[in-house]
């Protein structure tokens, strides 16, 4: 199963408030494990200051939900609280 996100307008991680270090993106799998599956690393283009960024993950595991949060450290072993986006969860065939 392929996961893939395309995000805009994200803010620089450090300056959340709390500023945290990384956005990690997890999902929940169809047989109800969240699980990390990356990080997501943002960027600007030339005209613009306007943070993009892009995900792409292949997992064995169906997702039923994929969310990001902002995260202290790179290896977080379960998400915190601080929820950035998340999808509506996914209808399984």
């Known amino acids: 199963m392929v996961s893939q996100l395309k995000i ?15 956005y990690a993106v997890w999902m929940i799998t169809d047989h109800e494990i ?7 690393i943002s960027s600007t283009t030339f005209l613009s200051t ?3 960024a892009s995900f792409q993950k292949v ?4 997702p039923i939900k994929i969310f990001i949060t ?3 450290e790179a290896n977080a072993q379960s998400p915190n ?4 986006l998340t999808t509506d969860r996914f209808l399984l065939d």
């Open 8 to 22: 805009s307008n994200l803010a620089e991680v450090n300056r959340l408030q709390p500023s945290k270090q990384v």
């Open 34 to 40: 969240t699980r990390s599956i990356g990080q997501i």
């Open 50 to 52: 306007k943070l993009k």
């Open 59 to 62: 997992s064995t595991s169906k």
């Open 70 to 72: 902002a995260e202290n």
């Open 81 to 84: 609280e601080q929820v950035i």
